[in-house]
């Protein structure tokens, strides 16, 4: 019922076809937008059960721990749905760069005049 999912107090994911719903993580301290990813109900699950953030790779096909090669965890200090809950929000204390690239952010550039400018510093 939409207005369950809408306004009531039961987690209920609207998954999308592929079963997966998109997934946002901020730096709880700072505010920083650090990366976006994709979750499945097993993702999900776990982020919940663990406290550290977990997804579904749509390239590798699988499940995976953020940080699960390199150390650089998400620990969850907060998560959020949206109010039709197809999105997920994750306020994480982040171990080391979020991105696999080494940078603090995975949104490291901006698009200006149709290029790509790095961020300095």
Not at 21 to 49: F, P, S, W, Y
Not at 54 to 83: Q, T
Not at 85 to 108: M, N
Request: charged share 30%; aromatic share 6%.
């Amino acid at each position: 019922m939409a207005d369950d999912r809408e306004q009531g107090t039961t987690l209920q994911p609207k998954f999308d076809a592929a079963g997966l719903v998109t997934a946002v993580a901020t730096d709880h301290a700072t505010g920083e937008l650090l990366m976006l990813a994709h979750m499945n109900a097993e993702a999900l699950a776990r982020t919940i059960e663990s406290g550290e953030a977990w997804f579904f790779s749509r390239s590798r096909g699988r499940l995976w721990k953020k940080g699960e090669s390199s150390g650089h965890v998400l620990s969850v200090r907060e998560m959020r749905i949206d109010c039709d809950q197809d999105a997920i929000w994750l306020k994480v204390a982040p171990a080391g760069p979020a991105c696999h690239t080494g940078e603090r952010s995975c949104f490291y550039r901006r698009i200006e005049g149709g290029r790509l400018v790095r961020d300095e510093g």
